[in-house]
């Protein structure tokens, strides 16, 4: 078979959607002039799974399962199984599986690289077979959510390390970013576009700036981002597992409580993680079916055997779905349960929305000035999503002839064809680097202090901006100060002061002056340069005015 | 142009739609699955609770609701199905799953119509499916938007063969209902078809089939026999792990997890098991696209449908010739759809004009026998008009209304009116009769696609005049047929 035409002289990129239930993969085709998905084991979604277990071959070591297989084995292997392992990273706490009776502890990154890893073996093993590519997969861009923390995204690209990529060759770009790349191509006139983005674990909305003029590549640029990072489809997956919890519990007169592994009430610990796991692929498949039918089967028979057999067969309809307020923990921590306690889908579409206000009120719009509505992402496939989202903006939303699941993962691959071949005479599109959220420094009082404005244009030689005034210290006799730079992705619209303590104020980095002479408040003098490139990283620099060479500085690696 | 142009193929196992991107000239299948992620969709209707679900959700559907699948295989038999009670033609049935493409279609620009659409259809499908068809068309409020439905393999030309000119080319359709092979060349104002089969038992259905007995096989080692409960669990298990099964990559066991017993449990589909199940169609594959082009300097092999996407049986179509290019679409599924689409795009005249398909397995016109009554002469076929080269025709049996003074001759023609004449034969050898009393039988057949064997005997009449073993025979080389 023929090569698909690229120079593989600056690496082999690939395209990473890593989501919180599915990944996909995509690569640029430079002989088709498109994105092309890779199927992985005949199938174009791969569940963001891993399943471990006693290597037979090796005593004392790990084998692992991946995709399909291992999202299947949760249901009887729930202990040595890892699901939705996005939504851990960023935190400190370790994964513990259980396999040959041993317990083995995994940070969310090692996890997440064992999944990239498999997905860039799978990705290599196609492109060298089905493509004709020679060599493997150097390089990567892997989509975050727009609402990533700097941890989440160091994190992220960590695993991608772990998975085999270059370290210097892994990018990250923004989910709704790289889904409005994949919209835009194709785009002949100048318009306003609103990604929403609802995913498996996280909603981001984005606004899309596009400059088209028929016969010309279109120009984009990203106007604003905001989303929540726990919020998708795996919370409208509890309600379901929540409505037909509340039929267990009626079943079992609330004597038996399978998420509750330490209360005896006759269920052995094995069987209750059993039960768990099939209440979360049966409450899947149910939300999934209701995305199109009015009603869902729901059959589990028998749900348990011992101490006492307990069947589930019910009907759950899609109004249950939309108005049914959860009631119950289902063995999540106190901050997740607490989100959405008492809440209902239709919460759940409140909180999507809202998210899409903060947007465009960042972006300094209304929704009239929306042109157009792209919906991503698999829970976009909810009614009741869809519905809102054209009362809202008054208009059915534009529905991707490419799957909204895979839309992402071919705007990752535009951006690695921007990578690969930056020089390219006739791209498919052109992404105009601007700074998107303003960008400042945390002041006395927690105030902040806007340097950089959202929407700047970022040269090819990079943003230069000089904080309009000198800092100054704020007591007597400090011999350092405090650099904190924050992201603020929900500015004020009624003009007040914005505070760093406030929703949609992300804190990147931070870092200190340290050494500079010591005397009364307001005395010592510190210029701060802010430089945003198109490399995506931030540098800062804060200099002491009084003592000569006094410098210090941070970056952003992956400031959106 | 202010709407879809599209092209439509409803297959027995899955469908695709495509539509004409006049900004790139080309034709690309719409994501129908609803989030599946892949762009064709499970050709199955369910109708439950009042309301019609398609596709995958039709296939997750309770056991209460009636599910329709194979439609179009059930078009043109004027057959009915039960949906809430009601009597339902599979024409309208059909119809309501139309409409639901077209309106995965329309979700990307709900503001424009559907300007044209052509629909693939197998190539031997009766008038009567085709006139279904259109009535499904009308049902889902397209029926004026439908301006052809086309023959499968003209869809396939046209989306595999441009820029072949002169190439003989292989193109291989591995459907779900058979698995079909022709050789094609384009020349001048036409796209030849110069051999066209259908394999049945390679089909893709036939090897879902066999996945899915190796998977109930070890399901009843693990577990024995399926209670009643389990059964359509278990045939929704093994239709669900086909793709993973005989999508692998690489030659690695598979994990099984049946979560739907109790309790769960794994079990291990090995490679070598694997292989044993997908051996017979490799080796199938092989052998049929090998006999497809073993006469002929074969370009390239172009494949297609559903079964492609299977890696296995990509390979063993390369094996067949293997200095010859390869070209495999990247989603094989959706290339009828695309071809269906540019045809649509080419008579609306935004996509270049396609060669009309040349059907040289067709008879253009029947081919029988020229029999004078008076001063008249009838042409009584014996092959007819539109069968196939390789079909068998039954003999014509033909009353001479003259004594056997001389020995009869019996002219062959292809064509009634301004037919041409093929050959004569002279039947020589019978005993002398009176008129009315000899019965002369003609077989046709041929023996390759130019070459026509001639054959006449004398059958005698009734036990007064036997039959006394005369006969001739011959062969004629065609130009066309």
Redesign the interface.
């Known amino acids: ?2 090569t698909i035409g690229l120079d593989t002289a600056r690496g082999l990129y690939l395209g990473v959607d890593f989501g919180t239930t ?1 990944s ?1 993969v995509s690569i640029f085709n430079f002989k088709d002039g498109e994105a ?2 890779i ?7 791969f569940p963001t799974a891993v399943q471990f277990e006693p290597d037979p071959d090796e005593p004392g070591k790990l084998s692992r ?1 991946f995709g ?2 291992a999202k ?2 949760a ?3 729930p202990a040595s199984t890892v699901l939705s392992v996005k939504r851990l990273l960023g935190s400190d706490e370790k994964i513990v599986v259980e396999a040959g009776g041993e317990e083995h502890a995994f940070t969310p990154a090692q996890i997440a690289g064992e999944i990239l890893g498999c997905l860039k073996r ?1 990705a290599d ?2 492109a060298r ?2 493509l004709g590519i020679p060599g493997e997969f150097s390089g990567c861009v892997i989509t975050v959510p727009a609402n990533s923390t700097d941890k989440q995204k160091r994190v992220t690209k960590e695993a991608a390390v772990l998975a085999g990529f270059d370290e210097d060759s892994v990018y990250l770009r923004l989910e709704p970013a790289a889904a409005a790349i994949s919209y835009a191509i ?1 785009e ?1 006139s100048a318009k306003k576009v609103l990604i929403y983005d609802f995913g498996g674990g996280t909603f981001d909305a984005c606004i899309l700036d596009i400059d088209a003029k028929p016969g010309d590549e279109p120009v984009i640029s990203v106007a604003s981002t905001y989303g929540d990072n726990r919020l998708g489809g795996d919370d409208a997956d509890a309600l379901v597992m929540d409505i037909i919890y509340e039929e267990f519990k009626n079943l079992t007169n609330g004597e038996i409580d399978i998420f509750d592994e330490q209360v005896d009430d006759g269920v052995s610990r094995r069987q209750k993680k ?1 039960a768990q ?2 209440l979360r ?1 049966a409450a899947n ?1 149910a939300k ?2 209701l ?7 729901v ?1 589990l ?2 749900f348990l ?1 011992e101490p006492i057999v307990v069947s589930i067969n019910m ?1 759950i309809t899609r109004e249950q779905l939309e108005t049914h307020a959860r009631v119950n923990r289902l063995g999540q921590d106190d901050v997740s349960f607490g989100k959405f306690e008492g809440k209902t889908l239709s919460d759940m579409v409140d909180s999507t929305l809202a998210c899409v206000d903060k947007c465009l009120e960042a972006a300094g719009l209304s929704a009239g000035d929306i042109d157009e509505v792209f919906l991503v992402g ?1 829970s976009s ?1 909810i009614p009741l999503a869809a519905n809102r989202v054209e009362e809202k903006f008054g208009r ?1 939303p ?9 839309s992402i993962s071919r705007g990752a691959a535009v951006y690695c064809e921007m990578i690969m071949m930056p020089d390219i005479a006739e791209p498919i599109v052109k992404v105009k680097e601007r700074t998107i959220h303003p960008l400042g420094l945390e002041l006395h009082g927690r105030r902040f202090l806007k340097i950089v404005d959202s929407g700047m244009d970022i040269p090819p030689e990079g943003l230069t901006v000089e904080c309009p005034e000198t800092l100054t210290t704020g007591f007597d006799n400090l011999s350092s100060m405090a650099i904190v730079v924050y992201e603020n992705t929900a500015p004020a619209t009624d003009g007040s002061p914005d505070y760093v303590y406030r929703d949609g104020m992300k804190r990147l980095s931070g870092t200190s002056l340290r050494g500079i002479p010591q005397g009364p408040k307001g005395q010592e003098r510190v210029r701060v340069v802010f430089s945003v490139g198109q490399d995506n990283m931030l540098r800062v620099m804060a200099e002491s005015l009084s003592a000569g060479g006094l410098v210090t500085e941070l970056t952003v690696d992956d400031l959106y | 142009m202010s709407g879809f142009v599209l092209g439509i193929d409803i297959g027995a196992d899955s469908s695709a739609v495509a539509y004409y991107d006049a900004v790139r000239g080309e034709a690309a299948a719409v994501d129908i699955s609803g989030g599946y992620g892949v762009p064709s969709s499970p050709t199955v209707v369910e109708y439950a609770n009042g309301e019609w679900v398609f596709g995958e959700y039709a296939l997750s559907g309770g056991e209460d609701g009636a599910v329709f699948t194979r439609l179009p295989e059930r078009l043109g038999k004027g057959e009915y199905a039960s949906a809430g009670g009601r009597p339902t033609p599979i024409r309208e049935i059909t119809g309501e799953y139309i409409r639901d493409m077209i309106a995965f279609v329309k979700g990307a620009d709900p503001k424009a119509g559907v300007e044209a659409i052509v629909a693939a259809s197998p190539a031997d499908w009766p008038a009567a499916a085709a006139e279904d068809l259109r009535a499904a068309f009308v049902h889902a409020g397209y029926g004026s938007a439908l301006a052809d439905i086309r023959d499968a393999r003209e869809c396939a030309a046209a989306r595999l063969l441009a820029g072949r000119d002169g190439q003989p080319t292989i193109i291989a359709d591995f459907g779900a209902g058979a698995f079909r092979v022709g050789l094609y060349e384009r020349r001048g104002g036409f796209v030849d078809c110069l051999s066209s089969v259908s394999y049945p038992d390679l089909g893709a259905d036939a090897l879902g089939r066999a996945a899915d007995s190796f998977v109930a096989g070890l399901y009843e080692k693990s577990a024995g026999e399926p209670s009643a409960r389990d059964v359509r669990q278990l045939e929704r298990f093994c239709r669900s792990h086909r793709r993973l099964l005989l999508g692998r990559q690489s030659a690695k066991d598979v994990k099984l997890y049946v979560s739907f017993a109790y309790p769960p449990f794994a079990m291990t589909a090995r490679d070598a098991d694997i292989r044993a199940v997908t051996k017979p169609f490799a080796e199938g594959i092989r052998a049929a696209v090998t006999a497809a082009g073993e006469r002929a300097a074969v370009s390239a092999v172009c494949l297609m449908g559903g079964g492609f996407e299977y890696p296995f049986a990509r390979a063993a179509a390369a094996k067949a010739f293997p200095r010859a290019e390869l070209i495999c679409p990247k989603v094989p599924a959706v290339a009828l759809a695309e071809g269906a689409c540019l045809i649509a795009a080419a008579g609306l005249g935004l996509a270049p004009a396609f060669p009309k398909l040349r059907d040289v397995n067709r008879l253009s016109r029947g081919v029988g026998v020229r029999v004078r009554a008076g001063n008249a002469a009838r042409f009584f076929p014996i092959a007819p008009e539109g069968a196939y080269w390789w079909d068998k025709f039954p003999e014509g049996t033909f009353l001479l209304t003259e004594p056997t003074d001389a020995p009869p001759v019996v002219e062959i023609y292809s064509g009634g009116r301004d037919g041409v004449k093929l050959t004569d034969l002279t039947l020589t050898g019978l005993p002398r009769r009176p008129a009315g009393t000899t019965v002369v039988g003609v077989s046709l057949a041929f023996s390759a696609a130019d070459t026509l064997d001639v054959a006449v005997r004398d059958v005698g009449f009734g036990e007064q005049f036997p039959s006394a073993g005369g006969s001739a025979r011959t062969k004629v080389k065609l130009e066309t047929i």
Do not use: C, H
Not at chain 1, 39 to 45: C, K, L, Y
Not at chain 1, 291 to 297: C, E, G, L
Not at chain 1, 398 to 406: F, G, H, I, M, Q
């Open positions: 078979m023929g599915n996909v092309q998905t199927p992985i084991d005949g199938a174009n979604i399962v399909a297989e299947e084995a249901a009887i292997f799978k093993e196609y077979e089905e194709g002949s059993t796991a099939r692929q498949v999934e079916r995305s199109q039918a009015k009603s869902a089967k059959t028979s028998p055997q009907e698999g496939a059915a534009y529905k991707s002839k490419v799957s909204p699941a895979l």
